[in-house]
């Protein structure tokens, strides 16, 4: 029986799609996910203190340097309180000291010395008690940052452990993004993308720096957090953008 060469032709065709059809194709390139700006450091500050709030120089929005004076309080009670510590200490230390004198000539016993040191001792406690809560009088900034929210305002009086002003870094910024768990066959840390801020429309390099300790196994994504690789002039916390990556393997 003899074969047509347009049989031949055919089957060779088919052949041939189907060695290419098992072939895998290059993965497509990752679509682009949403992300969300965030401060790196940022602090809801209180107090517990019971005193009256007697400055706030400092406004919702405003800048301000590490260690400038943010809230100052009314502390003359607690000032007074810390003073009257002080000197009972003095007291009680002194005391110690002259019962320990008279030890040695033998005026006195070791239960006398032994009570003088125990109120010399709680009477330190006490004065290092009341001195460390003056510290609270003046709240100073603990990084360079902004004012997020004001929470007080001067001559209230805010009750004690009140959240009273809310504070972000101004020199850290990281992108929080949300992304498929399939991903990780390609995403490590250090893996590059391009942030779109929606606000300014302008882009910005960024890379990788955590990845989640678990994937979500509900929606199978995984969140991510990246860094930008230069800080981005005239960008705020709360600024959403995309996300484009670039799959390696692709």
Not at 158 to 164: I, M
Not at 208 to 226: H, K, M, N, P, Y
């Amino acid at each position: 029986m003899k074969i047509k060469p347009t049989a031949i032709y055919s089957a060779s065709v088919l052949i041939a799609a189907l060695l290419l059809a098992a072939i895998p194709a290059g993965a497509a390139e990752p679509e682009p996910v949403r992300g969300v700006v965030k401060s790196q450091q940022e602090a809801v500050l209180s107090v517990a203190l019971n005193a009256r709030v007697t400055e706030t120089p400092v406004r919702a929005g405003q800048a301000f340097k590490k260690d400038d004076v943010l809230l100052t309080f009314d502390c003359e009670i607690q000032n007074a309180q810390a003073k009257a510590a002080s000197a009972a200490y003095s007291a009680r230390r002194s005391a110690h000291k002259s019962n320990v004198e008279l030890q040695q000539y033998g005026a006195i016993g070791d239960l006398e010395v032994g009570l003088s040191k125990a109120e010399m001792q709680e009477a330190m406690a006490n004065s290092e008690a009341v001195s460390a809560r003056t510290k609270d009088c003046v709240i100073n900034a603990p990084f360079d940052g902004r004012v997020s929210e004001l929470a007080i305002n001067a001559y209230e009086t805010p009750t004690p452990n009140q959240p009273l002003i809310k504070i972000i870094s101004s020199e850290a910024f990281e992108v929080h993004l949300i992304v498929p768990s399939n991903w990780l066959a390609w995403l490590d840390i250090g893996s590059t993308l391009v942030f779109a801020v929606d606000e300014s429309g302008k882009r910005h390099q960024a890379a990788v720096r955590q990845i989640g300790a678990e994937v979500d196994a509900v929606s199978r994504t995984i969140a991510l957090v990246a860094q930008f690789k230069e800080l981005p002039a005239n960008i705020l916390p709360g600024m959403s953008g995309t996300a484009y990556f670039t799959d390696p393997q692709s």
